[in-house]
């Protein structure tokens, strides 16, 4: 066995097809066939199923797929540590992130670290802090900037089984058109707040996790009658005098809000933090640990 057919056999592991695992390994389809075979042949076993449109694992491919998996991890460690002596990096970094971080400027920090070290391919997801989560234990994303609460419970917003680093913390407030009934007043409660139409991302993302919490922990109604999938659009629609809306600080000082009322909220419920999350220390790659030093430097 050699590093190059277990990066086959993980690829094609993963993708379940030959066409996008040779794709993603560079190779033709029937280099990667040759060298799933030769790794067969090696181990004297089958280690796939084959259909006219899928493969699959068997059980002895499914005994070998955590221990590639931490042979192709190694490896890359050793080359991190390699090029870390000599001052410089190679190889490959994923970085994901939930949309409007507020101080936290993740495009920012991409293109200062893309500037220091060219030969890095570094490859970039938004998607909602649940998701990112998810990837990140699957080990399918090096690094996270999610979004929560201190006080959240939801097991998809959980660091738990993570090292992570808060950056950033800001109150959650209520942006609301100026027509509306509660747009007079300078701060609500959640009482005010009871089956009042509201505007909201869709359950990937944070903030739709959190207040869905918030609201189910005061046993308070909530109606949501409009679900989006970004901010710009979730403001858009508050200003067309839809609904209403909970939102970070940082979302409400965008030029489309300005127009809109801000009312705070009971702050001791309404703490919006920001982290970075990865690997437990002893596992995170040099990359991730210079990603981390331009975050800790910014």
């Known amino acids: ?11 094609l ?3 379940s097809q030959f066409t996008r695992a040779a794709e993603i390994t560079r190779v033709s389809q029937s280099g990667l066939s040759a060298a799933i ?32 998996r931490n042979l192709l991890a190694e490896a890359d460690a050793g080359r991190d540590a390699v090029a870390a002596t000599i001052g410089r ?23 200062r670290f893309h500037r220091r070290h060219r030969e890095v391919e570094i490859t970039f997801t938004q998607a909602g802090s649940g998701d990112l989560l998810r990837r990140m234990r699957d080990g399918e994303i090096d690094l996270a ?21 808060t950056l950033a913390a800001e109150p959650l407030v209520l942006l609301a058109p100026p027509e509306h009934p509660l747009a007079s007043q300078k701060s609500v409660t959640w009482d005010d707040l009871h089956d009042r139409t509201f505007i909201d991302l869709d359950d990937s993302w944070a903030i739709r996790v959190v ?12 109606r949501v009658a409009f679900t989006v999938s970004d901010i710009h659009a979730l403001v858009d629609m508050i200003n067309r005098g839809l609904g ?8 409400s000082r965008k030029d489309i809000a300005a127009e809109l009322r801000i009312l705070s909220l009971e702050q001791r419920d309404a703490i919006w933090t920001v982290s970075a999350a990865y690997a437990h220390s002893e596992k995170v790659s ?6 981390l030093s331009l975050v800790e430097s910014r």
């Open 1 to 11: 066995m050699d590093l190059r057919q277990m990066e086959y056999f993980v690829a």
């Open 13 to 15: 592991a993963e993708e």
């Open 37 to 68: 075979k030769s790794l067969e042949d090696d181990l004297d076993t089958k280690l796939f199923t084959r259909t006219t449109r899928r493969v699959e694992l068997t059980a002895a491919g499914h005994a070998l797929f955590p221990h590639a």
């Open 89 to 111: 990096f190679a190889g490959a970094l994923r970085v994901g992130a939930e949309q409007c971080l507020g101080s936290v400027n993740v495009p920012e920090l991409v293109e």
């Open 145 to 165: 900037f999610v979004a929560g609460t201190p006080d959240t419970t939801d097991p998809r917003l959980r660091l738990t089984g993570l090292d992570h680093a």
């Open 211 to 222: 207040t869905d919490e918030i609201f189910a922990k005061k046993k308070i109604p909530r």
């Open 244 to 251: 209403i809306a909970i939102v970070p600080q940082s979302v």
């Open 286 to 291: 040099g990359l991730t640990a210079e990603f």
